[in-house]
Structure formats: C-alpha cells, structure tokens
C-alpha cells in the first residue's frame, strides 16, 4: 500500500505544449541539425587532407626504409668502395685549400708525429713522444713501414679535416712533405740545422711584425695619418717593411739579444718615419710582453732596388726621390 502511494507521488504529470511552442522547438532542431551537418562536412574534408598527407608520409618512409636496408645489405667486401661513397658529398668545392687549411693540417700532422726534441722533458711527455709514429728516413715514402703509417695518418686526417676542402690527395700530400721535409733534416749537419733555424725565426718575426703593424695602424689611423699629414693607407705592405736583418746578437753589454736592421735604401724618410711612428703603437698594443721583444737596432743603409711586388697604389712619396 505505502509503495503504491509513493509511485503515486513520484508520477511525472502531463505538460502540455502549445502549437506555438512546438514550432520553436522544432526550429530550433533544424539549426541544430545544419550545424551539425556542417561540422561533418569539415570532419570529412579533414580526414581527406590527412589521408593525402598519410600517403605521402607512407611513401617516402618507404624509399627510406629501403634505402636503408639496401645499404645495410650492402657487402663489406669492399670497404674502400664504401667509404669513398660516403665521403664523397662532403666535398664542398674544387677549389684549392687555403693557406689557413693547409697550415692547420701540418701542425697537426707536427702533433701526432714523433718529435726530436721537446720544450717540456717530463717522464708523461716522453713516454707519450715515443708512442708517437715516427718515420724512417732510410726507406721511401710509399715502402713499409712508412706505407702504413702514411695510410694510419690519412685515415685521422680524413676525420678532422674531412668537412674542408682537404681532398685525400690534399692531405696525402701534405703528409709527403712532412715525410721530405724530416728527412731532409735528419740529414743536415748542426751547422745547417742552425742556418735553418735562424732562417726559420727571421721569417716568424717577418710575419709577426707585418701583422702587429696593420693592427696598430687600423685601431690608430686617424691619430697616425694626423702625425703623418696625409692618408697611408696603402703604405703598409709586406715588401715595404721587410728588413735585412742579422741574427739573434748579444748587445755591447752581453746581456740582452739584439737584432741589427739593415733598411733599405729605396725608402724614403717620411715612409721610415711612418713604420717607426706605426712601431710605436704597436709597442704599446703589447703591453707587457714588449718587454720579451727583442730590440732592434739600425746599424746601415742598403743600396737595393724597389721590389717588384709592391702594388701600383703605393704612394710616391714612400720613394726616396720619388723613384
């Protein structure tokens, strides 16, 4: 009986709706029902442009998984083959190497090579020196054992400097003139070996004074060219500031090395007064190393003749009398 009267209660009753009220409603399903068609619209236009893309995406992952397993079925019978096949997109151009690339791969060839002597004699730096490869200066280039450890050389060579314009050839090459040039040196007398040298520092002492100076005239120009009374911008090259120089020479006190200058004659006053005036700003860019440079003194005048490799922009009053 309590059942029945709680089924009762809980009856929904009947809500009437009027005609009015009905046609809103199904008004407003319609716009309902034409969003909704709209947005599948979209779906299926979404699901096409996906697809072509899947199509896509499928196909070049198929070339590349098939490249890939073409190359891993590849035979390792011809492991030179292989190598020269990888290596060869890495060639950027044929143009030749730089003085800066090939100057980097001889002081790395200098560094993995064994070395006669060495600035810093430590039992780690010795054992690591003899382990070093090191050629025999008695047998050729291209015979055992220096084949082989040409070819050990190549191999780390190709790693370093593969990405660089460095062909094998290139590099071959340069390893064929550390070879000649250890050679040629182990066959020298003291005497020759210490002409060599001299020759060797006078050199680095050439380049390092041209590039101090063009520094110092660069970060000073305007202060330089004031002096000056006038533009020398084209004044400063390497022919023109080449010296004769002697050797390392203890000064009249035995104390301090010197270097005595020999100028050349072709220059005129104003144009030394200019290198010396450059000299001093190049001094002072050193700071306290210029007290490691060794002094140089003019002791004379030569009597030679304009370089042939000066360019046609040098100003004539460098020239003495206006050669």
Avoid at 156 to 182: C, I, P, Q, V
């Amino acid at each position: 009986m309590t059942n029945t009267r709680r089924e009762r209660a809980i009856a929904l009753r009947p809500v009437e709706i009027t005609n009015q009220q009905l046609m809103e409603i199904l008004s407003t399903v319609r716009a309902d029902m034409s969003t909704v068609k709209g947005q599948i619209g979209n779906v299926e236009q979404t699901l096409t442009n996906m697809n072509g893309r899947i199509g896509v995406l499928a196909t070049t992952s198929t070339n590349t998984i098939s490249a890939i397993d073409s190359l891993a079925r590849t035979p390792l019978a011809a492991p030179v083959r292989a190598e020269l096949t990888v290596a060869a997109p890495v060639v950027i151009s044929n143009h030749e190497p730089t003085r800066e690339e090939s100057n980097a791969v001889y002081a790395h060839i200098h560094n993995l090579m064994w070395k006669p002597k060495l600035s810093l004699r430590t039992p780690e730096n010795i054992l690591a020196n003899n382990l070093k490869p090191r050629w025999d200066t008695n047998v050729a280039f291209n015979k055992s054992p220096n084949r082989e450890i040409a070819e050990r050389l190549l191999s780390n060579l190709e790693r370093r400097f593969g990405s660089s314009s460095m062909r094998r050839s290139d590099l071959r090459k340069r390893l064929h003139t550390n070879f000649t040039s250890r050679t040629r040196r182990e066959r020298m007398s003291d005497d020759e070996i210490a002409e060599t040298n001299a020759l060797t520092r006078r050199a680095a002492r050439a380049d390092d004074n041209e590039c101090r100076r063009v520094l110092a005239y660069k970060d000073n120009k305007e202060a330089i060219d004031l002096v000056m009374l006038r533009d020398c911008a084209n004044t400063l090259q390497k022919a023109v500031m080449s010296d004769g120089e002697s050797a390392d020479e203890m000064d009249e006190d035995g104390i301090k090395h010197v270097i005595h200058i020999v100028q050349p004659g072709w220059r005129s006053d104003e144009c030394n007064r200019f290198i010396a005036l450059v000299d001093t700003y190049a001094v002072q860019a050193m700071g306290s190393s210029a007290n490691q440079r060794i002094r140089r003194i003019t002791t004379s005048v030569s009597n030679s003749a304009v370089p042939d490799n000066i360019s046609p922009n040098f100003p004539r009053w460098a020239l003495r009398d206006g050669l």
